[in-house]
């Protein structure tokens, strides 16, 4: 037990220390923020004023100011869950390339020892900088006016960001250990730190997509992710919406910010969410964990 601490430490301590690599993990969640600040946040309470009509009152505005602040926090938070378990995968791929996985592997050690002590370090960084992002939202969100959240909200929002870091680091691990060269893994990095924040409504509502690119978002566990802390961040905003304005502005904002997702016309509530993304840790470790003692096999076979 000693030693896999000693290597899960041993690579946790080189990814917090790549200054780098940690802004290119948050790079995507910035963006969100840069787009949100420049002008995203100004055309979404434009549009859902001009949508009010005499109604906009300056109470109306600053509840409806407060619900796209919370959506934004959700989509820069959606993203860190995924982006930075992935960049810290990269030490899987650079211990490849020098060797040092497989001196790992003839010391006398178990040989389970050094993927379970990536996995941990993976799952241990995507929890340290995602909570991080977590107080960064809470603190918005009270500086700003914006907090209408419980504490069953705030607890709610802990447990969705370790089950949502602990549902991407299975499959980005196990993704990552099929990559070989640091090359293939930066493509990956690129394509997914650009692309994740579309399909998983970071930039726009996923309402705002053609039928069939909804239902393809669906197969994204990262949308669960995404639906999990709208319906915990943005719940109380919507709450407030529906107390100044009107039950039925609150109603359609709802579906249209895909609090609750269409599952091919099936509404998929929090538990669904959760339960997914639970599911998805579970099969994709099971299958990590057979792949990796059919190689341990192999192995000792070929010995």
């Known amino acids: 037990m000693y030693t896999l601490l000693q290597q899960t430490r041993r690579n946790l301590k080189i990814f917090l220390k790549d200054k780098a690599n940690i802004f290119f993990s948050l790079l995507s969640p910035l963006i969100v923020l840069g787009l949100y600040v420049l002008f995203l946040g100004r055309v979404q309470t434009d549009g859902l004023l001009s949508a009010l009509g005499d109604a906009a009152t300056p109470q109306a505005k600053r509840a409806i100011e407060s619900f796209c602040d919370a959506w934004m926090l959700v989509g820069c938070l959606s993203c860190a869950c995924i982006t930075v378990p992935l960049c810290a995968c990269g030490i899987m791929v650079q211990d490849k390339k020098r060797g040092i996985t497989a001196d790992l592997m003839a010391s006398p050690i178990p040989k389970w020892m050094p993927s379970a002590a990536y996995f941990l370090s993976i799952l241990a960084a995507g929890l340290v900088i995602s909570f991080i992002v977590l107080a960064i939202s809470f603190l918005w969100l ?114 249209e910010f895909s609090l609750t997702l269409d599952f091919f016309g099936a509404d998929i509530t929090v538990g669904v969410m959760a339960a997914v993304l639970a599911a998805t840790a579970v099969i994709f470790f099971a299958i990590e964990f057979t792949l990796s003692f059919i190689h341990i096999r192999k192995r000792k076979n070929k010995r």
């Open 142 to 255: 009270a500086a700003s006016g914006s907090w209408f959240l419980s504490v069953a909200d705030v607890f709610g929002c802990i447990g969705a960001l370790v089950l949502s870091v602990l549902s991407s680091t299975t499959i980005l691990s196990l993704v990552t250990g099929f990559l070989r060269s640091e090359g293939a893994f930066t493509g990956m990095n690129v394509i997914v730190g650009t692309v994740i924040g579309f399909l998983i409504g970071a930039y726009m509502p996923i309402s705002y997509f053609p039928k069939g690119v909804q239902y393809f978002t669906l197969f994204i566990p990262g949308s669960y992710s995404a639906g999990l802390f709208r319906n915990l961040i943005m719940g109380g905003a919507l709450d407030n919406i529906g107390k100044v304005i009107a039950p039925e502005f609150a109603s359609t904002l709802s579906k």
